[in-house]
């Protein structure tokens, strides 16, 4: 017996140090591969597992409301690098060619605390909920990751909710340090902060009124979405896109809004939303208050309910 306990742990001990894993949400999976860590002793087993067990959080994080996966399948590659990049993971990409992969390239010697506190995972992990949107439409796509990496690791305890405002409103002022320039479908490539944030505020319209209005979230009209018509390799312009969501959720939330904000030369102002949220900017932080209601809607929101 003890030599069969013995055996048990150096076979646990393996397969935490192996360089490909699955991780598998109900019907759905993703299959992880981790490149630059050679496994040759005990420190690049524990490396390994260290990876391990941040990407797995990072992938339970991005699931829907049911337990899955957007997508039946994705390929996740993590290659360690040497960067001087004081962050832990420099660069990260979700690539949609013959499969759809999720690339994150971590720097080399990061800790396990810094890169559970990093929300570059989560963020490409959300980029699978979508099809690809093409230039015009990827204000909508970085828009739809920059909130869920906020409420997303909020909802799984990674972030207090509180946190998660200030993170989604500290991107909003750089969207408006930005000021004024092209109409947000025209930027492109360019633009990142009026790209991101600008779109993420479409996405908080978007649950918001999803919300107070049809009794319905984000989060459960991405899962219909998903279960109904998302293929990852998709090429969908963003008018179509917003249609799907329509169609999926049987609304009139997605189409209105994008139309609105589609043309928009400068970051919008969160104002609106922050009223019903209860919420009001005071210098360069947030005040949480509001009645009730409004107290319930702010939970409930990064509650991914």
Do not use: K
């Amino acid at each position: 017996m003890p030599q069969l306990a013995a055996q048990t742990r150096a076979d646990a001990a393996l397969a935490a140090a192996s360089a490909t894993w699955v991780i598998r949400a109900g019907d759905t999976r993703l299959d992880v591969e981790v490149r630059g860590v050679e496994v040759r002793g005990v420190s690049d087993r524990e490396r390994l597992a260290e990876l391990r067990r941040w990407l797995d959080e990072a992938a339970r994080a991005a699931r829907l409301p049911s337990g899955r996966f957007p997508l039946a399948r994705a390929r996740v590659i993590v290659r360690e690098i040497d960067s001087r990049s004081r962050s832990p993971v420099p660069w990260g990409q979700t690539r949609r060619d013959d499969e759809v992969a999720v690339l994150l390239f971590v720097r080399r010697g990061a800790s396990l605390d810094a890169l559970r506190a990093d929300w570059t995972a989560v963020h490409e992990f959300a980029h699978l909920a979508h099809p690809y949107l093409g230039d015009d439409g990827r204000w909508l796509a970085e828009g739809l990751a920059s909130y869920q990496q906020n409420v997303l690791r909020a909802r799984a305890g990674l972030l207090s909710a509180d946190d998660a405002w200030r993170r989604l409103d500290a991107g909003f002022r750089r969207g408006e340090a930005v000021g004024e320039g092209p109409p947000i479908e025209a930027l492109g490539r360019g633009g990142t902060m009026r790209t991101y944030w600008a779109g993420a505020l479409y996405w908080l319209e978007a649950d918001l009124a999803l919300r107070r209005a049809h009794g319905l979230s984000l989060q459960q009209v991405l899962e219909r979405y998903a279960r109904c018509c998302l293929d990852g390799t998709d090429w969908l312009s963003p008018a179509e896109f917003v249609r799907g969501l329509d169609r999926a959720a049987e609304v009139d939330v997605f189409v209105p809004l994008y139309r609105r904000h589609r043309g928009l030369r400068a970051m919008p102002s969160p104002d609106t939303a922050y009223a019903a949220l209860g919420i009001a900017r005071e210098g360069a932080g947030l005040r949480f208050a509001g009645d009730a209601r409004a107290r319930a809607l702010r939970a409930a929101v990064m509650a991914g309910e």
